[in-house]
């Protein structure tokens, strides 16, 4: 009989088996990174085969994520790879009850008894090889370190996993706070299997004898070790096989069984003449020719600061610090801008010791010829630096961008700036910032991108980054999420594009995503006329180059545009020392040498958030707290009376339980506290205190709590506070109360200012999805009656039929509902005077307001992370939607006006037009899908009219540190112009 | 427009309760579709229905409109809605925007004498802001050309094409006829034994409905729905048995060749037989659930509920004569009676969910599996909201229902690639061809 040859062409790998059928054999396997050059690996496979087995007959299968085009054009049969698994499974591990597969870019679980099942990853998720390498490459480390580190943790931190972005917005503060690398490495795993456990398994209990397969799981002891423990697997249980990377080619091989055999040069002739497909689409190369290429370089030379030698130079100087969440850029320079010194590097560990460190080696270089006169610091660690190394000012990183753009252009009308990890962007207006677009999570194609893609090539990014200046097609990528173009980069690949065109290809997807997706410009006229670019990503010639090519114009990109926060902040200690006079206050040689710290991290006491706060220690007794939220973590008293609608909000609406219950014992009803029942607890919880129900809440949320629901989640791309829920059932299911009560509603209160008042599809009909994927929800525990709050009648009868069990009357039921709706009317009324009070407090006070516009959910202290503490923390007051909505007028909007929720947004918008003293920040769930319709809509309607406008968007990552940022920058830009105005503040 | 808006505003800080009095107008001017741009305009409509809108387009065209069924299919159609969409729009709002302005820079089109085309219906999900979306990615290229809309809600009065009684029956029966000849070509197709047949077939039917409106016998549904089934039935077909899979899901990528990424021609090609539910099911949803807001809240009037129940049973009578046809002839399988999709839906979720396509997704793949399709492909735009709930949010009651229930929810989005959509689809494909085998092993026992 023929071999078999199963080949399992994977994201990152080729996989190739040989078998021997007559004997049962498997006379040959290997494994080999790709490296995307996928034909040309698996040929070079196939010739080994070849050499070895000389040129019989086989039977050949193939299978894999990237092998479907190679089988497409090439005439040899495919078989899906969880299926090619199943078949080696059932061959060799016939007692076997399920399987755990992690490849490249996929995940994939098999359940063989109690019903077969196979679940694949969505085209979303995280938890694969491809998340742990990037992993890797933020920690800095190789993979096969970072497993070797997690064997040796002693804490596992939450990490989201569901994608690559938003793991690195929770592993970034860890490594800046200092956190040992040994335990980031095992939280890592611990996400990676969270995520197949909970995003995969979805409820179903992965038990008894358990295959673990594909490249990690054979290679990572960490993560196997995280696997076992997570299950509870004993080693019987839990198998690893010996050949587990190669798995699939064994099963693919074995599947070739019923292939028609073909002598095996035949097999290679057919592999070596696929031929590219046209399915790709390319682009125009970005140089016609090497001419062009040199009129380019030479065009940007002139845009370089001039040097100046800190080994002669005599006189003053000035230094700039850019604390940065992945990097950290030190500046100096002489008062006429020539640069003395200047360092970049990764934040490898603490950034504070690369800081004292390059400070120590200024001071040595300048001796006594040089004095620094002032500095600056601006970035992420700009508190830290400031406490510690006494620089004299810290300004926000726009700012300090801005400030360094002027320098190369005083008419500059726009700046962009693209790092590893983000992309800003701001316009400029009478020589003022006027708007700033930050990057979201999901919409960060950045420099880290092509770093991480160019380690994936084996090659450096500078050398990455030039194949692509003379490609002769560049791949189309599309524009979105980093997640998004890995797998378009793989399709690139499988369609047998060339690493020449794929660098080109990312490069241009960069910039597309930034000017599409993050600038949100319709045409690149848009932009401006005078542009600057900066940033480390510019300094590679494809992305700069491909920028203008989309926009069709020339821009100015500095030589130090990787520099540009930095240089910035020593322009401002430049202007700001003349002006405030005086010496520097920054730390000298002296205070250097004596420089100490000790940091540690606890958990805040200061109230029942327990935010994770980081305690740095100085050698000088100076304390300085970061990692919390509110001036309570950092040890100052907090007002207890803050001017602050939304911690008001949070308090007031749980007082509506009152405990009270007419004296009667009906029972215990749980009402889960989120979604709707932000706002429509007080109806509900009136309704049943009144008709002699306990009432419980459930427990607060938190992270603990999502986690807790988490297995039930159906899908993981709904917005947070629906994924919540989920924790929130579980919590009140844990209490044993009698039932849960949460209903559908199509349909919200009516407060006419809109076409019609529908909830959006996730808040309406959630009790469906939390009842259809919780096992311990049934009929009798989990009352979701369809009601409509606007019809009393059928409101009367539905509860009657659905509460049929504990026989409440008519009368019962109305005299409830008259409690509920009394109950309801107060809490809007107390919130509507509470915003008038903190009107009237701010402006006796001359404080500046802000409208945090968002959903009556968005009160919770897990949801909105406590963006509205950090606003009272920066000087504003803090009001609602819903505090100020009815003071504005109707409004007619251009898009479909139609949910109760929203029209609020429109309105609380008109609200703040005429106010020169407050602003509206628009608070955004991840996910939401409808909000994508208001955002432009209420931006459009501020904008304009000349306010400014700032959207947040969160999700379950609690990174405050970019909220910061935008916060400052829009308190920065609000002064500007009030600045314009003379300052007046009136109502 | 701004100084407009400054004259209407009460200047100053104003008081409480100002809300009331003349509401602050932010919208923005836009063209509208006027009667006699029926004269001088063509109008381009999605490429979203491939059986149904050519028959529309007939329809509308013996009205006298100049109707043209877009299908531009290229990147630039999704770079342009990319260009022009929010990023977390959903997939069929970019898909549609993306290939008109693709259109009208075609230059295949005078742009001012055309108008694009759009339905609303006024329903709690995002879709019925495709409206306002497409106006304001025209705005700034082509501000000249009017949005039409197509409703049944009220929205947008006076900028559509006024739809008279005797045209929505057109339209109806249209859909009717649509769903016929999608359902027998799907049944033909994989079997044929001449290549091009079943396109041929399909093609005389498509001829002889024209006729039928051009004659006014449009409404001789039994007539015509008889003539197709022996239209079908004379195409030699082969008795093989494929493994059939059903495609369910929100409607623009459930029906849009450019919106799912050509999903009946992959599975065409995979040697399947896919079953696509009718679009009159869509229709009779929509009805359905203003009776349902009646009784479920009361909340529409008695009359109206009363006109939709007649609206409801004229359609549905219609639905179970051509059934009864189908049945009769004993060829084919006929559409689902939506008398059971409704039952179906009630085993699974509640009607009351009603946004989107809602509880009319349970409700197919429950019928589905029922009548015999396990294996189903559910598309649904990424992040699709009421999917969240109707679509993967049901997936786990269905499988505890039906034993061999074979469903993959499938996401499209502009950046998700064809790869991964396929290899997941071919997952789901190998278990049912498993499932086949197993089923035909098991018959031959039974006959041995």
């Known amino acids: ?987 | 427009m701004a100084e407009n808006q400054e004259e209407k505003k009460i200047p100053g800080g104003c008081a409480v309760g100002c809300g009331a009095g003349e509401p602050v107008d932010f919208t923005d001017e836009y063209p509208t579709f006027r009667p006699e741009m029926k004269e001088t305009h063509t109008i381009l409509i999605p490429d979203m229905l491939p059986y149904h809108f050519e028959i529309i387009k007939y329809i509308l065209a013996q009205e006298g409109y100049k109707i043209e069924v877009l299908h531009n299919d290229s990147r630039a159609v999704i770079d342009e809605g990319l260009k022009h969409v929010h990023n977390d729009t959903c997939f069929p709002a970019l898909c549609v925007i993306g290939q008109y302005i693709d259109a009208l820079k075609s230059g295949k089109y005078d742009v001012d004498r055309t108008a694009v085309l759009i339905s609303q219906t006024g329903g709690g999900c995002r879709a019925s802001n495709y409206l306002p979306l497409i106006r304001k990615a025209l705005k700034a290229e082509f501000p000249q050309v009017p949005v039409l809309s197509v409703n049944f809600s009220g929205l947008e009065k006076g900028n559509g094409i006024p739809m008279t009684l005797p045209l929505l029956l057109k339209i109806a029966y249209g859909i009717f006829y649509g769903d016929n000849i999608m359902t027998l070509y799907n049944q033909t197709l994989p079997y044929e034994t001449r290549a091009g047949s079943a396109e041929e077939a399909r093609q005389a039917c498509l001829d002889m409905v024209y006729r039928a409106y051009d004659q006014k016998k449009y409404k001789k549904y039994k007539d015509l729905t008889r003539r197709m089934l022996a239209i079908f039935k004379a195409v030699p077909r082969s008795g093989e048995e494929k493994v059939k899979v059903g495609v369910v899901g929100e409607i623009y990528v459930k029906y849009s060749p450019l919106g799912n990424s050509h999903l009946e021609d992959f599975l065409h090609a995979e040697g399947c037989e896919t079953v696509i539910p009718g679009l009159m099911d869509f229709v009779l949803y929509c009805v359905v659930n203003t009776i349902n807001d009646r009784k479920l809240y009361k909340r529409n009037s008695a009359l109206q509920a009363l006109v939709y129940r007649i609206v409801y049973r004229f359609l549905y009578g219609i639905q179970k004569q051509i059934i009864r046809l189908f049945q009769e002839d004993g060829t084919f399988e006929p559409l689902h009676d939506f008398e059971h999709l409704r039952r179906c839906a009630d085993k699974v979720i509640n009607q009351g969910v009603k946004m989107g396509e809602g509880w009319l997704i349970p409700a197919e793949m429950a019928a589905l599996a029922e009548t015999g399709t396990d294996n189903i492909v559910c598309a649904q735009p990424f992040g699709c909201l009421p999917n969240h709930i109707a679509g993967k949010g049901v997936v786990r009651t269905l499988k505890n229902m039906y034993r061999d229930e074979n469903i993959v929810p499938v996401d499209y989005d502009p950046s998700a690639t064809r790869v991964n959509q396929e290899n997941r689809i071919k997952l789901m494909l190998a278990t049912a061809r498993e499932n086949l085998q197993k089923k035909q092993r098991e018959k031959a026992r039974k006959e041995d």
Request: aromatic share 8%; with cysteine.
């Open chain 1, 1 to 987: 009989m023929s071999k078999l040859l199963g080949i399992d062409v994977g994201s990152t790998t080729v996989k190739v088996t040989v078998i021997d059928p007559d004997k049962d054999e498997i006379l040959y396997k290997s494994y080999e990174r790709h490296f995307a050059r996928v034909k040309e690996c698996v040929l070079s496979e196939l010739k080994k085969v070849q050499e070895l087995f000389g040129n019989g007959e086989y039977s050949a299968c193939i299978t894999g994520s990237a092998g479907l085009g190679l089988a497409q054009r090439s005439g040899i049969s495919f078989v899906q790879e969880v299926q090619a698994a199943f078949v080696a499974i059932r061959k060799y591990y016939p007692d076997a009850d399920a399987a755990v597969e992690l490849g490249g870019e996929d995940a994939k679980i098999i359940f063989i008894t109690g019903g077969t099942e196979q679940r694949m990853n969505g085209s979303c998720a995280g938890g694969t090889g491809a998340f742990i390498d990037q992993m890797a490459t933020l920690l800095d480390i190789s993979v096969n370190e970072m497993d070797e580190l997690s064997l040796r943790a002693e804490k596992v931190y939450p990490i989201a996993s569901r994608c690559g972005v938003f793991a690195k917005s929770d592993i970034q503060p860890l490594i800046n706070q200092g956190c040992r690398k040994e335990d980031i490495a095992a939280s890592i795993f611990q996400a990676v299997v969270d995520q197949t456990v909970s995003g995969l398994a979805q409820g179903r209990r992965i038990k008894g004898k358990v295959l673990f397969l594909g490249g990690p799981l054979y290679f990572l002891q960490g993560l196997r070790k995280a696997f076992k423990d997570t299950l509870q697997l004993d080693d019987a249980h839990a198998v690893f096989p010996e050949n587990a990377p190669c798995f699939m080619s064994i099963g693919c091989a074995l599947y070739a069984s019923s292939a028609k055999a073909a002598p095996l040069a035949e097999i290679i002739s057919r592999v070596e003449n696929v031929k590219e497909s046209d399915d790709v689409v390319t682009g125009d190369p970005l140089f016609a020719d090497r001419r062009e290429y040199d009129e380019f370089v030479a065009r940007h030379n002139r845009s370089d600061l001039p040097f100046e030698d800190i080994k002669t130079y005599r006189g003053d100087s000035y230094l700039g610090i850019d604390s940065g969440s992945t990097t950290t850029k030190v500046i100096l320079i002489t008062p006429d801008c020539k640069i003395l010194y200047s360092h970049y590097q990764s934040n490898n560990g603490q950034p504070l010791d690369i800081i004292v460190e390059r400070m120590k080696e200024i001071y040595s270089l300048i001796g006594d010829r040089i004095t620094i006169r002032g500095g600056a610091v601006t970035g992420y660690g700009e508190d830290l630096m400031k406490a510690a190394l006494k620089v004299d000012f810290g300004i926000v990183e726009t700012v300090a961008h801005f400030k360094a753009a002027l320098h190369f252009n005083p008419d500059v009308d726009f700046i962009i700036d693209i790092g590893g990890q983000d992309i800003k962007c701001f316009k400029v207006k009478n020589h003022a910032i006027d708007s700033i677009m930050l990057n979201e999570a999901c919409s960060s194609g950045c420099g880290s991108f092509i770093q991480t893609f160019a380690k994936a090539m084996g090659m450096d990014i500078d050398e990455f980054a030039k194949l692509g200046l003379f490609a002769k097609h560049p791949v189309e990528l599309g524009s979105r999420c980093t997640v998004f173009m890995n797998s378009a980069v793989k399709q690139a690949q499988k369609e047998g594009a060339s690493v020449e065109d794929i660098s080109a290809g990312l490069s241009s997807s960069i910039v597309k995503n930034a000017i599409y997706k993050v600038i949100r410009a319709k045409t690149p006229e848009e932009l401006g006329k005078n542009i600057v670019v900066q940033g480390g990503t510019f300094l590679n010639d494809a992305v700069l180059r491909s920028f203008e090519k989309e926009i069709g114009k020339n821009v100015i990109r500095p030589g130090i545009a990787g520099l540009m926060g930095a240089f910035g902040a020593a322009l401002y200690a430049k202007e700001n020392m003349a002006k405030r006079g005086g010496a520097s206050t920054l730390a000298t040689r002296e205070e250097l040498e004596q420089f100490s710290y000790a940091s540690r991290s606890t958990n805040c006491r200061g109230c029942t958030s327990k935010c994770n706060i980081n305690i740095i220690t100085f050698g000088d007794g100076r304390k300085f707290i970061s990692g919390n939220k509110c001036e309570r973590g950092a040890g100052q008293k907090v007002p207890t009376n803050p001017l602050d609608i939304y911690a008001y909000k949070y308090e007031r609406i749980q007082q509506c339980v009152t405990g009270k219950n007419a004296g009667m014992d009906r029972g215990k009803v749980g009402l889960p506290l989120q979604l709707v029942m932000y706002e429509q607890l007080p109806l509900w919880a009136g309704f049943f205190e009144s008709c002699g129900f306990e009432v419980v809440l459930s427990e607060k949320s938190s992270r603990q709590l999502y986690f807790k629901g988490q297995h039930t989640v159906a899908s993981d791309t709904a917005c947070y506070p629906a994924k919540l829920m989920h924790g929130h059932i579980e919590s009140l299911l844990d209490m044993g109360v009698d039932f849960i009560f949460y209903p559908c509603e199509s349909y919200n209160l009516d407060e006419h200012d809109s076409m019609n008042h529908y909830n959006c599809p996730v808040v309406a009909y959630y009790p469906e999805l939390l009842k259809a994927n919780n096992e311990r929800l049934g009929d009798d525990n989990f009352l979701m009656p369809y009601l409509d709050p606007n019809v009393r009648g059928s409101m009367v009868a539905t509860l009657k039929k659905v509460l049929k069990k504990y026989k409440l009357s008519v009368k019962e039921i109305e005299r409830g509902l008259d409690e509920g709706f009394r109950r309801l009317r107060e809490y809007h009324a107390d919130v509507v005077r509470r915003g008038e009070e903190i009107v009237f407090e701010a402006r006796r006070e001359g404080k500046q307001m802000i409208v945090l516009a968002g959903r009556p959910y968005h009160v919770d202290p897990e949801i909105n992370h406590g963006i509205d503490k950090l606003l009272n923390s920066l000087g504003f007051a803090v009001l609602s939607e819903d505090c100020v909505f009815e003071k504005a007028h109707h409004v007619k909007v251009n898009v479909l006006n139609q949910w109760t929720y929203h029209a609020r947004l429109y309105r609380a918008a008109e609200y703040v037009l005429d106010k020169p003293d407050v602003n509206l920040v628009q608070l955004v769930s991840f996910g939401c899908g409808i909000d994508a319709i208001t955002t432009d809509e209420v931006r459009a309607i501020l904008e304009n009219h000349g306010k400014l406008y700032t959207q947040i968007k969160i999700d379950e990552i609690n990174n405050l540190g970019v909220v910061k940022i935008r916060l400052r920058s829009m308190q920065a830009a609000i002064e500007e112009q009030n600045a314009e105005r003379g300052g007046a503040v009136n109502g």
